[in-house]
């Protein structure tokens, strides 16, 4: 019988591994648990979905999907981390912000923006967002086997959990003069929880447009295709996958 079943997510003692990967679309996580060996579902209750798989080398990986944003994320990662992980790494989606970060890029932030309130349940706004030094390393080394120089990218990305910004405050043009590499809206929080927590965390993003330019908007009907199919996107996704496994491997396996 399992025991110390978490409320939302459904899991429970024996569920979780020391290697967790989150990401925001939870219709990603068995796409990435069938990148991997013996993928199955674990848990699925209120919209999060949980699996487990097994990469090339055997290390045991939970897979759970966070929903969009730091409120979800932060009832995801709690649940996670009160049943043993060691490490929690995001694998999602930015827009990118730098001009240079286009479509089917990848960003392997360093740090993050805090620009979000769910963060400030763990530490103060003057504590700083940062990646597990070795894992943000790992995970650009080998991003960077997979995929041209000119489409990977590291550094600042910009965490906000408003996704619809009113113009009169949009910060994009003092972000930009920053040098920040993306946005999204989980990272910072991710971070900060992790650090707190004792616990070994990172992110790797793959571009889905630029807020200079070309990016996701509203479909004129159901046969126009979204930024989300676009073909460099699909590629960079199933290669960000692919690198953190690798990384993962390095260290577990």
Not at 62 to 79: D, K, L, N, Q
Request: net charge negative; hydrophobic share 35%.
């Amino acid at each position: 019988m399992k025991r110390r079943i978490q409320p939302h997510l459904r899991v429970g003692e024996g569920d979780v591994e020391k290697v967790v990967l989150i990401a925001g679309n939870p219709d990603r996580i068995p796409v990435m648990a069938s990148k991997m060996k013996d993928p199955e579902e674990v848990a699925r209750y209120r919209g999060f979905v949980t699996y487990r798989a097994y990469t090339p080398k055997g290390v045991a990986v939970t897979m759970a999907g966070t929903g969009i944003g730091t409120p979800s994320t932060h009832i995801c990662v709690e649940e996670l981390s009160r049943l043993g992980p060691e490490v929690i790494i995001r694998i999602g989606s930015c827009g990118g912000i730098e001009p240079s970060v286009k479509t089917g890029d990848v960003v392997v932030p360093t740090g993050a923006i805090r620009d979000e309130r769910t963060g400030l349940n763990y530490a103060p706004m003057e504590y700083p967002a940062v990646a597990t030094p070795k894992w943000a390393v790992a995970l650009h080394e080998e991003i960077s086997k997979l995929l041209p120089a000119d489409r990977i990218h590291q550094g600042i990305c910009w965490t906000s959990d408003v996704y619809y910004v009113s113009p009169e405050k949009n910060p994009l043009d003092m972000w930009t003069r920053a040098k920040v590499k993306c946005v999204e809206m989980e990272s910072s929080f991710l971070f900060v929880f992790a650090t707190t927590r004792g616990l070994e965390a990172a992110s790797i993003l793959a571009c889905d447009g630029n807020l200079h330019g070309a990016q996701k908007v509203e479909q004129t009907d159901e046969s126009e295709e979204s930024g989300e199919q676009d073909p460099l996107l699909v590629e960079a996704v199933e290669k960000e996958i692919e690198a953190t496994i690798k990384a993962i491997d390095r260290f577990y396996g």
